[in-house]
């Protein structure tokens, strides 16, 4: 009976002994998974920190923008032992109102964010306030923000980042997403039994980031801007940039736009559109050199021959096209120098249209050059009579881009080639320091040499004795073409005679071009009543200074020779 006792016993204990294996075998094999996320859940939780960016550079290393790190201040209302007393000290601290703050705690929450973006140089306090206070419940979290050292300079081209998600929301900023980084990361915080967190367990986040080095060249950028400055203080344009690029790279050393804006304080502003690539508008006479070039290279135009303008006008069908002045005769290169239209309608209507399309085509109009993000492409349609022609020839009924321009006249100034425009020339690995280039891109061949020869001849001219002549220098030889585009008015359903598109758009020096520029205004006011506006009044007038300014910037020697005595004063 007793050994039937021990059999029994030990049969019960083995069977109990097997099921704890299997319990075990269960636990730790098969529902493994689900107990270490309950323990997880019970011990951990997961929290949203903006993760830091690459920082964006200027060509010559200075910051355009940067992570600052900073703190985010957190509480567990419940466990919070005087609510008023806490929130009372905390709005000395963080200026931040004590209402605001006595809200959040008395929310019925476990977890509330208190602050975000805090200055990294409270912390200390921070600290002290919770010791004092006996309040455990008060957390901090290492965090960052976007900072913009110069405030609005090159604003509209840099953009800004979402301070909030931590991730570019416009310009450079969302175009380089993927390369800067940034977002928003988790961290895994420890729990105590209470589910108070009390550090920080892990950071999940692992993103290669790069440093963006920018082809702008901050004290470039600074010129252009007190250009523009000026331009829209005396005139006062609905919108008006300045562009500046190197012709031989297609790198945009500077690109000033108005209306502009301070990223750091970007929720401030309703438009935060850079115009030099978003918009695009009628180039009116800049588009004349590129018929001309056709022209030349098919052999139409004739140097001695001379065309009648008609006293100033023509009839194209039933529309009358008028010149600014009433021209009679002039040659090609005069219809050029000054801006007749009359005359560069004659030469194109001597063109196969679809000739005249093609070339401007060719020469980048109509087509996004994908360097900015939202960048337009402007319109270019196919001509299919007299009048669209006409109107083609003189650049109205079509439109281009700020960007667009810069680059079809680099394509005059550096032998022929249009190229990509580049705004970033290289990424910085943050962790290894390795650059990585980005290469000048050539798109294609667009004028032959002896047609670029011919038109910085003609270019020159238009500046020495032209429609640019307030804008030249006594230092410094200019090519460039004013252009003067009449806008819409959906009013009177007609062209109207008092709001313009104006423009100018060169390289300087004319033999070896050091930079090209194009200068924008929407709509400029006159400054006297009986003033004209135009390409060569507004635009033009605005390089003068700015050119000679960039120039000895660039310790460049001036190429128009002068010589200078005390006794007889400066002779050219």
Same mark, same amino acid.
């Given at each position: 009976?007793?050994?039937?006792?021990?059999?029994?016993?030990?049969?019960?204990?083995?069977?109990?002994?097997?099921?704890?294996?299997?319990?075990?075998?269960?636990?730790?094999?098969?529902?493994?998974?689900?107990?270490?996320?309950?323990?997880?859940?019970?011990?951990?939780?997961?929290?949203?920190?903006?993760?830091?960016?690459?920082?964006?550079?200027?060509?010559?290393?200075?910051?355009?923008?940067?992570?600052?790190?900073?703190?985010?201040?957190?509480?567990?209302?419940?466990?919070?032992?005087?609510?008023?007393?806490?929130?009372?000290?905390?709005?000395?601290?963080?200026?931040?109102?004590?209402?605001?703050?006595?809200?959040?705690?008395?929310?019925?929450?476990?977890?509330?964010?208190?602050?975000?973006?805090?200055?990294?140089?409270?912390?200390?306090?921070?600290?002290?306030?919770?010791?004092?206070?006996?309040?455990?419940?008060?957390?901090?979290?290492?965090?960052?923000?976007?900072?913009?050292?110069?405030?609005?300079?090159?604003?509209?081209?840099?953009?800004?980042?979402?301070?909030?998600?931590?991730?570019?929301?416009?310009?450079?900023?969302?175009?380089?997403?993927?390369?800067?980084?940034?977002?928003?990361?988790?961290?895994?915080?420890?729990?105590?039994?209470?589910?108070?967190?009390?550090?920080?367990?892990?950071?999940?986040?692992?993103?290669?980031?790069?440093?963006?080095?920018?082809?702008?060249?901050?004290?470039?950028?600074?010129?252009?801007?007190?250009?523009?400055?000026?331009?829209?203080?005396?005139?006062?344009?609905?919108?008006?940039?300045?562009?500046?690029?190197?012709?031989?790279?297609?790198?945009?050393?500077?690109?000033?736009?108005?209306?502009?804006?301070?990223?750091?304080?970007?929720?401030?502003?309703?438009?935060?559109?850079?115009?030099?690539?978003?918009?695009?508008?009628?180039?009116?006479?800049?588009?004349?050199?590129?018929?001309?070039?056709?022209?030349?290279?098919?052999?139409?135009?004739?140097?001695?021959?001379?065309?009648?303008?008609?006293?100033?006008?023509?009839?194209?069908?039933?529309?009358?096209?008028?010149?600014?002045?009433?021209?009679?005769?002039?040659?090609?290169?005069?219809?050029?120098?000054?801006?007749?239209? #009359?005359?560069?309608? *004659?030469?194109? !209507?001597? =063109?196969?249209?679809? @000739?005249?399309?093609?070339?401007?085509? %060719?020469?980048? +109009?109509?087509?996004?050059?994908?360097?900015?993000?939202?960048?337009?492409?402007?319109?270019?349609?196919?001509?299919?009579?007299?009048?669209?022609?006409?109107?083609?020839?003189?650049?109205?009924?079509?439109?281009?881009?700020?960007?667009?321009?810069?680059?079809?006249?680099?394509?005059?100034?550096?032998?022929?080639?249009?190229?990509?425009?580049?705004?970033?020339?290289?990424?910085?690995?943050?962790?290894?320091?390795?650059?990585?280039?980005?290469?000048?891109?050539?798109?294609?061949?667009?004028?032959?040499?002896?047609? #670029?020869?011919?038109? *910085?001849?003609? !270019?020159? =001219?238009?500046?020495? @004795?032209?429609?640019?002549?307030?804008? %030249?220098?006594? +230092?410094?030889?200019?090519?460039?073409?004013?252009?003067?585009?009449?806008?819409?008015?959906?009013?009177?359903?007609?062209?109207?005679?008092?709001?313009?598109?104006?423009?100018?758009?060169?390289?300087?020096?004319?033999?070896?071009?050091?930079?090209?520029?194009?200068?924008?205004?929407?709509?400029?006011?006159?400054?006297?009543?009986?003033?004209?506006?135009?390409?060569?009044?507004?635009?033009?007038?605005?390089?003068?200074?700015?050119?000679?300014?960039?120039?000895?910037?660039?310790?460049?020697?001036?190429?128009?020779?002068?010589?200078?005595?005390?006794?007889?004063?400066?002779?050219?």
């Amino acid at each position: 009976m007793e050994k039937n006792k021990v059999y029994f016993v030990s049969a019960l204990i083995t069977f109990f002994f097997f099921v704890l294996v299997l319990r075990l075998f269960n636990i730790q094999i098969l529902e493994k998974q689900k107990f270490i996320s309950y323990i997880e859940k019970q011990y951990q939780m997961k929290e949203s920190i903006v993760l830091p960016r690459g920082a964006i550079l200027d060509r010559n290393g200075d910051i355009f923008a940067i992570s600052v790190p900073t703190i985010s201040i957190f509480a567990i209302p419940e466990y919070i032992k005087n609510k008023e007393k806490l929130a009372k000290e905390l709005s000395k601290i963080l200026k931040i109102p004590e209402r605001k703050i006595l809200r959040k705690l008395k929310r019925k929450k476990h977890y509330t964010v208190i602050a975000e973006n805090v200055d990294k140089k409270l912390k200390p306090r921070l600290l002290e306030l919770r010791k004092d206070l006996q309040e455990w419940n008060l957390g901090i979290l290492e965090s960052s923000k976007r900072f913009y050292p110069l405030g609005d300079v090159a604003g509209t081209t840099i953009g800004f980042v979402n301070r909030k998600t931590g991730v570019g929301m416009e310009g450079l900023e969302y175009k380089l997403n993927k390369k800067l980084g940034g977002g928003l990361g988790k961290i895994l915080l420890m729990k105590d039994a209470l589910g108070n967190p009390f550090t920080i367990e892990k950071k999940l986040f692992t993103r290669k980031q790069f440093n963006a080095q920018l082809t702008i060249d901050k004290n470039i950028q600074f010129m252009a801007e007190k250009a523009l400055e000026k331009l829209v203080f005396l005139r006062k344009p609905k919108e008006a940039a300045v562009l500046i690029l190197d012709p031989y790279t297609g790198d945009i050393l500077a690109a000033a736009t108005y209306p502009d804006y301070n990223p750091n304080k970007y929720w401030l502003y309703k438009n935060h559109r850079n115009i030099i690539f978003q918009n695009a508008y009628e180039p009116g006479s800049l588009a004349k050199p590129f018929i001309y070039a056709l022209a030349y290279e098919k052999e139409i135009l004739n140097p001695k021959k001379k065309y009648y303008c008609g006293n100033g006008k023509i009839k194209i069908g039933r529309r009358i096209i008028r010149d600014h002045a009433r021209f009679k005769y002039l040659t090609a290169d005069e219809i050029i120098i000054h801006s007749s239209n #009359v005359g560069i309608i *004659k030469i194109a !209507l001597e =063109l196969d249209k679809n @000739e005249i399309y093609n070339f401007l085509k %060719k020469a980048g +109009f109509g087509t996004s050059t994908k360097t900015f993000p939202g960048e337009a492409s402007g319109i270019l349609r196919k001509p299919y009579g007299k009048g669209e022609v006409a109107y083609m020839s003189i650049g109205q009924s079509w439109i281009a881009s700020i960007i667009q321009i810069g680059m079809a006249y680099s394509a005059i100034a550096n032998g022929g080639w249009l190229l990509k425009p580049r705004l970033v020339k290289s990424f910085i690995d943050t962790k290894t320091g390795e650059k990585e280039e980005v290469p000048v891109v050539k798109v294609r061949k667009l004028f032959k040499k002896e047609t #670029v020869e011919k038109l *910085k001849e003609v !270019l020159k =001219l238009v500046v020495e @004795e032209g429609t640019a002549k307030p804008g %030249k220098s006594k +230092f410094f030889t200019i090519a460039g073409k004013t252009g003067t585009a009449q806008k819409y008015d959906p009013k009177i359903k007609s062209l109207s005679r008092e709001k313009h598109y104006t423009w100018f758009a060169g390289f300087f020096p004319v033999e070896k071009p050091k930079y090209t520029i194009v200068i924008f205004a929407n709509e400029p006011k006159q400054i006297y009543k009986w003033e004209h506006i135009g390409g060569g009044k507004v635009s033009s007038t605005v390089m003068k200074e700015l050119i000679d300014q960039l120039m000895f910037y660039s310790k460049e020697k001036p190429d128009k020779v002068s010589v200078w005595t005390p006794f007889r004063g400066n002779k050219k």
